[in-house]
């Protein structure tokens, strides 16, 4: 792959299926290699460009907890919306959580009855509206991976900086590894490598891995976003497990680096220290979530704003939860693509662009019914 040098050549059809043909040697003879990509951008891009058809049946791809969005649980989004009714606040947010349904209502809903929820493009968009409405409590909501934590922790810096004291966050971030400990744990998966997430990965370099591939013999590869970029990460995987191998790749060289990123590190731990957090699906892994520190506590939402959320209730037939742990085929929701679609979504995967069940009413059809898990 050394001479793929843009971006049409990381979509070229020829090599796509020379890298199918050479996965498919290697993994002439394997038992079934089940492989989860924990991404939800891997997930879509497996989805948009039919990849699971491209694999032999014994290499099973399973979706996993890679959307924040939809691994964010029923009772932050209850707890956002009665931070949204509240008269003083300002609720600023990414696009997706507008739509993510709560137990009766949705921040969408709620802007419809005239709360104040904006969608801004970055959290230094919502330190700006607290600068310009300091009659108002303005809350961002902090969902995201390592991806996304950093630029929050920089808008809790700059508000701090500035004096923004009506500047708060509402933190749900959630870090990747613990998540990979808690699914590799399930044996009812019986995994054998994770495609790893590559914008987590250019954050947190290939170190905090370690672990799969040393204590749990499971293979890793950091892989890119591109057709050829994911084929060959599933290439690395299968020739791993061929040869009983575990070990932590990097196919996506050209923007991941061992050491991650150190500035985007350092401000993560300046701002937030790990606790404990809930995930849609998965329950609550101890260290995923990140915090706001002591030394931030006057812009720390759940802190300093009192609110009383309803009781958190979930349909009693959606089945993100096993969705997102990999136990089951968004087909295999009983509301899937009739009473839940993107335009009525009942759970976040229907919501989100990186969620699973989005992605798979999107482009599922065009797959072969009960081929690859897919
Ligand atoms: S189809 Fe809807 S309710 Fe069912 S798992 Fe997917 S998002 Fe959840």
């Known amino acids: 792959m050394s001479g793929v040098k843009f971006v049409e050549e990381f ?10 043909r050479r996965i498919a040697d290697v993994a002439r003879g394997l038992p079934e290699v089940r492989l989860m990509e924990v991404c939800g951008t891997h997930t879509m891009a497996i989805y948009r460009n039919s990849i699971r058809q491209l694999l032999p049946e014994n290499i099973v791809l399973i979706s996993g907890p890679g959307c924040p969005v939809c691994v964010t649980p029923n009772d932050y989004i209850d707890r956002a919306i009665a931070l949204a009714r509240r008269p003083d ?20 809903l709620e802007k419809s009855k005239r709360a104040d929820v904006r969608v801004v493009y970055s959290p230094l968009d919502a330190v700006d ?18 991806t996304t934590a950093p630029t929050v922790a920089a808008a809790i810096e700059l508000a701090a900086a500035k004096g923004v004291a009506n500047f708060f966050v509402s933190s749900a971030h959630k870090v990747m590894p613990p998540a990979l400990a808690a699914l590799t744990a399930d044996a009812r998966l019986g995994l054998k490598g994770f495609i790893l997430p590559a914008h987590v990965s250019a954050i947190i370099g290939v170190v905090p891995y ?14 890119g976003f591109e057709p050829l970029d994911i ?28 050491e991650g990123n150190p500035r985007a590190l350092a401000l993560l731990e300046r701002v937030f220290q790990p606790c404990d957090a809930e995930w849609r699906g998965l329950g609550i892994i101890l260290g995923s979530g990140l915090a706001v520190r002591a030394e931030y506590a006057a812009h ?3 802190a300093n704003i009192a609110v009383e959320p309803e009781q958190t209730v979930t349909h009693p037939l959606c089945q993100c939860g096993e969705v997102l ?32 069940c989005a992605a798979c009413y999107k482009y599922g059809a065009r797959l072969e019914e009960g081929h690859n898990h897919g």
């Open 325 to 356: 742990r990999g136990l089951i085929h968004p087909r295999e929701c009983p509301l899937f693509g009739t009473v839940c679609t993107p335009e009525t979504p009942v759970g976040a995967c229907m919501v989100s662009t990186e969620g699973t």
């Open 129 to 146: 509206v607290g600068m310009q409405n300091p009659g108002r409590k303005v809350v961002f909501l902090g969902v995201g991976f390592e």
């Open 300 to 302: 720390h939402a759940e």
């Open 210 to 223: 370690q672990f799969l591939a040393v204590k749990h013999g499971m293979a890793g590869v950091i892989a």
């Open 11 to 20: 979509r070229d059809g020829a090599i796509a299926r020379g890298l199918a």
């Open 231 to 258: 084929l060959q990460g599933i290439l690395m995987l299968v020739e791993q497990v061929a040869e009983g191998r575990a070990a932590i790749e990097v196919q996506y060289t050209r923007v991941v680096r061992e």
């Open 89 to 108: 606040v300002t609720l600023c947010t990414f696009g997706d959580m507008v739509r993510v349904p709560g137990s009766s209502s949705s921040l969408e």
